[in-house]
């Protein structure tokens, strides 16, 4: 049951260029022939698995703060700035890295490329803005915390990934929180954002022939990113290993009840593996075709929704599973869910089944490719983390998966014994 090579081109997209500056940061562009617009994309190794136990929350507060202003830029400038280029902006922080994109015209690019360097490199992190800009992150905290779906998949990364980082709220503690300084943000800066574990990502208008393309080099070669000094080294990240067992919690406002499972896969830098996981969740539970929302909801009526997400991560990739119900309902839930995995194990996949499952990876993979900044984060987050392959390779390794490669490699990892599994259900 193979993919139709036809499925593992990218029309349009080239390799990409690659060159390091003296101090060792990346560059990684492509030119997108069609592409209206040039997207800036930073990528820094600097996410909240990179925190020491007393800087909880720093990674996400700091890419508050960078936009507080620079050493030569005033709070608000940048954006200011930025929009009058005809641009936007925008920011994220997540379990492993950090990054900081914009949108902007091709003749702006060079312009807007200078400031988002000194924005990122060079924050201001000044006393006043610190203590105002800690209240909003305290208030965002205080809203996910309120949020009684929340509360139940925090509760769940906490009991299954215990004292690892992907099992902390990115968000942070709140009395670490309260305790953080602008000298103490000042040094996590310092420590995390090194020329070896940065790389600047640009894709869009990039023509090598246009003056804008030329002009985006020059700056960069000049920028606060080339001044940047290298770091002594990173200490190995660890493993993520998720505990199995059984739990439950009464939340307060939780209007229907829940189960969620939670396992642990393969790391991102197992791209087989990875594509194997993203082919077997979506056979599972990806449309109403598919074996779990059939089963549960169409057949059985059981549950007002069941999902089944695969989180890629560089410690080890998760799978969340959420299915929604009575709190009456949830063993026989749980009965039918595992009933499911066993005859996906004792019963060859339907050559339909499959199909459905390699063209629904496949299509999600190259759609998200569509843009100049989906093209942009890819490339980005491969040259961050050493993933050494191509765009295509993902499609490409599509084609080495069949259905029993998929029964005797990955279902095992679903097993429901490996799971940590977690029943919400209204106070």
């Not at 996910?144 to 709220?169: F, K, N, T």
């Not at 606060?224 to 660890?238: C, E, F, M």
Request: net charge negative.
């Amino acid at each position: 049951m193979p993919l139709a090579p036809s499925t593992a081109r990218l029309p349009g997209l080239q390799t990409p260029d690659l060159y390091h500056l003296a101090n060792g940061a990346q560059v990684v562009s492509l030119n997108l022939a069609d592409a209206p617009l040039v997207c800036v994309d930073f990528w820094c190794r600097a996410g909240s698995v990179l925190e020491t136990a007393s800087e909880s929350g720093m990674a996400h507060f700091l890419e508050h703060m960078v936009f507080k202003g620079s050493r030569r830029l005033e709070p608000g400038e940048f954006d200011a700035r930025i929009e009058a280029l005809g641009g936007s902006s925008n920011a994220a922080t997540g379990f492993d890295d950090v990054h900081y994109h914009l949108l902007i015209p091709p003749e702006a690019a060079a312009e807007a490329t200078k400031l988002l360097l000194e924005l990122v490199l060079e924050p201001r992190l000044e006393a006043a803005a610190f203590a105002m800009e800690r209240q909003v992150v305290l208030e965002e905290l205080a809203q996910s915390e309120d949020q009684p779906e929340e509360v139940a998949l925090q509760r769940l990364l906490q009991v299954g990934c215990g004292d690892h980082a992907y099992g902390q709220a990115i968000l942070g503690r709140r009395d670490q929180l309260l305790a953080h300084t602008p000298e103490a943000m000042a040094a996590f800066h310092q420590r995390l954002y090194r020329s070896d574990r940065c790389v600047l990502s640009l894709t869009g208008a990039l023509d090598p022939s246009m003056p804008h393309t030329r002009a985006i080099q020059t700056v960069i070669a000049s920028s606060p990113l080339a001044r940047l000094q290298a770091s002594a080294g990173d200490q190995p990240l660890a493993a993520v290993a998720v505990r199995p067992g059984e739990h439950r919690i009464a939340i307060p406002r939780l209007e229907s009840a829940r189960l969620l499972m939670l396992w642990a896969l393969p790391p991102a830098q197992d791209l087989h593996a990875v594509m194997g996981a993203d082919l077997l969740t979506s056979l599972l539970a990806e449309g109403r075709r598919s074996r779990l929302v059939d089963r549960l909801r169409e057949e059985l009526r059981l549950v007002e929704s069941v999902d089944l997400d695969l989180h890629v991560l560089e410690c080890g990739s998760l799978a969340l599973l959420e299915a929604i119900g009575s709190a009456e309902d949830l063993p026989a839930i749980r009965q039918a869910i595992e009933a499911v995995l066993r005859e996906l194990a004792d019963q060859p996949i339907p050559t339909a089944d499959w199909q459905r499952a390699l063209s629904l990876v496949a299509n999600g993979y190259r759609f998200g490719l569509e843009s100049a900044g989906g093209v942009a984060a890819a490339l980005g987050t491969n040259q961050l983390w050493n993933h050494p392959h191509s765009l295509e390779a993902p499609l490409q390794d599509l084609e080495h998966w069949d259905g029993m490669a998929l029964q005797r490699q990955c279902l095992p990892l679903l097993a429901p014994e490996r799971a940590c599994l977690l029943e919400a259900v209204p106070a």
